[in-house]
């Protein structure tokens, strides 16, 4: 089993959504529900205060550096289109893009729409003009599906997807690929809630379990979403978390590639 490790950008700054959406509140909330339960620390919420105040909310940066010290190839999905509590402009997005191109990153569509043809179309365009590519893949924001989302992916043009959560091998659909993946950061950490509600230790058991279950369906590949945003100390858990999955990857050698790799290796 290989590794396929990605990262969705959802937030850019904070001032992005400022009176567009119900964020901003939603993080206050979140931050003291996670302190009055003990899940964070002073330092951690007072880090969260500083974030806030430095109106950043992604650590694109940071994540890709560590990942090139891990031998970790760099695999984001970043939006071009407004979706539920994703407010950033596509100036913002392009700014992102360039930077991530420099840094010899995989970069994807963080797509919002997947129920209409002709919308779906448009996006999968405008994110081409963009980043200026004609090979790219998809992850729904959410992980959004309707019956016929998979089928439009693929008549829009998109190599591949990584929307579906199950424990299968990648799969055709038309030219594109499926990339179903198993572990996602808020899954684990959150557990079903909308704030942290477990701590590293018990985080780590449920990933281990996730990781036997792969091992057991004899998955090719071990597909892993973790958001950028969350590569900092002001979410000590989640960072650590990633980092201690990294380093159990390495330990058990799993090599990590990108969709592309993949793609390349499925279709010899
Ligand atoms: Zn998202």
Not at 217 to 226: A, Q, R, S, T, V
Request: charged letters at 25%; one cysteine or more; hydrophobic letters at 40%.
């Amino acid at each position: 089993m290989k590794a396929i490790i990605s990262h969705d950008i959802d937030h850019i700054s904070v001032l992005e959504h400022t009176f567009k959406d119900a964020i901003i509140p939603k993080f206050m909330v979140r931050m003291h529900i996670e302190l009055l339960a003990g899940k964070i620390s002073l330092r951690e919420y007072m880090l969260r205060w500083t974030d806030f105040f430095k109106n950043k909310w992604q650590n694109i940066d940071e994540l890709i550096t560590y990942n090139n010290i891990n031998n970790v190839p760099s695999s984001f999905f970043i939006a071009v289109n407004r979706g539920i509590g994703l407010n950033y402009s596509n100036r913002a997005a392009f700014l992102w893009i360039e930077q991530m191109k420099h840094r010899n990153c995989e970069i994807n569509i963080h797509g919002i729409e997947f129920e209409n043809q002709d919308l779906i179309n448009k996006e999968f365009e405008l994110f081409g003009g963009l980043a200026d590519r004609k090979n790219f893949g998809v992850r729904m924001h959410y992980v959004r599906n309707s019956a016929q989302t998979f089928n439009m992916l693929n008549k829009a043009g998109y190599s591949f997807d990584s929307t579906e959560h199950s424990f299968k091998d990648p799969y055709k659909i038309g030219n594109m690929w499926e990339f179903p993946f198993q572990i996602m950061d808020g899954w684990i950490i959150e557990d079903g809630k909308k704030w942290q509600s477990l701590n590293l230790e018990k985080a780590k058991e449920k990933t281990l379990k996730i990781i036997d279950q792969a091992n057991q369906h004899n998955l090719k590949y071990l597909g892993i979403d973790f958001h950028d945003r969350y590569f900092s100390h002001s979410f000590k858990t989640w960072l650590n978390w990633y980092m201690w999955l990294v380093e159990y990857l390495k330990s058990n050698k799993i090599e990590f590639v990108n969709y592309g790799d993949a793609i390349k290796e499925l279709e010899k």
